[in-house]
T-cell receptor, first 112, second 109 residues
Framework: IAGITQAPTSQILAAGRRMTLRCTQD?????MYWYRQDLGLGLRLIHY???????GKGEVPDGYSVSRANTDDFPLTLASAVPSQTSVYFC???????????FGPGTRLTVL | GQNIDQPTEMTATEGAIVQINCTYQ??????LFWYQQHAGEAPTFLSY??LDGLEEKGRFSSFLSRSKGYSYLLLKELQMKDSASYLC??????????WGAGTKLIIKP
């Protein structure tokens, strides 16, 4: 089934720990994105990638890193988690950077 | 700064019509999107406007006025399943999407 998958679905993490959120798409989309969604705020872009091998910083990149080794995968890493990174994280992809974005089911992350 | 404003919450009756407004101030404009997001789920694409006017898709329509920095999403013949948040997003001059906080729509029987 074509689409985007994210793992894990949810995670509780101790502050200071390292964590990688996984995102895989099988639609051969060029562009991929990581957002966080917090209550009362709009989706905020963390990092993006317009094509395999390239990445860029979004609105709230601090404390996060990404890589795009191939078209399908776009992992997001928290090097040393802090409680303010408690959020719901959505991965998205689009055919091109101009096109509609398709979202994964999200990862609910709690940092204690 | 860049800003997108939507009402926080709206209530409507099953079978009725509701209009959700979105106003924006962004550095450049390259299109406006509407997404639907049910509680606990991912956003899903509803509509896209880049030129002024009305785009109709079944029960949903979206309108854009670039000169006024204004859009609305019109939902007709409301159904209980339309209870969701509706997100307005503008693609700015750098082709980045700026998102509003969303409007939670509550449908009452």
């Amino acid at each position: 089934i074509a689409g985007i998958t994210q793992a894990p679905t949810s995670q509780i993490l101790a502050a200071g720990r390292r964590m990688t959120l996984r995102c895989t798409q099988d639609m051969r989309h060029n562009a991929m994105y990581w957002y966080r969604q917090d209550l009362g705020l709009g989706l905020r872009l963390i990092h993006y990638s317009n094509t395999a091998g390239t990445t860029g910083k979004g609105e709230v990149p601090d404390g996060y890193s990404v890589s795009r080794a191939n078209t399908d995968d776009f992992p997001l890493t928290l090097a040393s988690a802090v409680p303010s990174q408690t959020s719901v994280y959505f991965c998205a992809s689009s055919s091109g950077s101009d096109d509609e974005q398709f979202f994964g089911p999200g990862t609910r992350l709690t940092v204690l | 700064g860049q800003n997108i404003d939507q009402p926080t919450e709206m209530t409507a009756t099953e079978g009725a019509i509701v209009q959700i407004n979105c106003t924006y101030q962004t550095s450049g404009f390259n299109g406006l999107f509407w997404y639907q997001q049910h509680a606990g789920e991912a956003p899903t694409f509803l509509s896209y406007n880049v030129l002024d006017g009305l785009e109709e898709k079944g029960r949903f329509s979206s309108f854009l006025s670039r000169s006024k920095g204004y859009s609305y999403l019109l939902l007709k013949e409301l159904q209980m399943k339309d209870s969701a948040s509706y997100l307005c997003a503008v693609r700015d001059g750098d082709y980045q999407l700026i998102w509003g906080a969303g409007t939670k729509l509550i449908i009452k029987p």
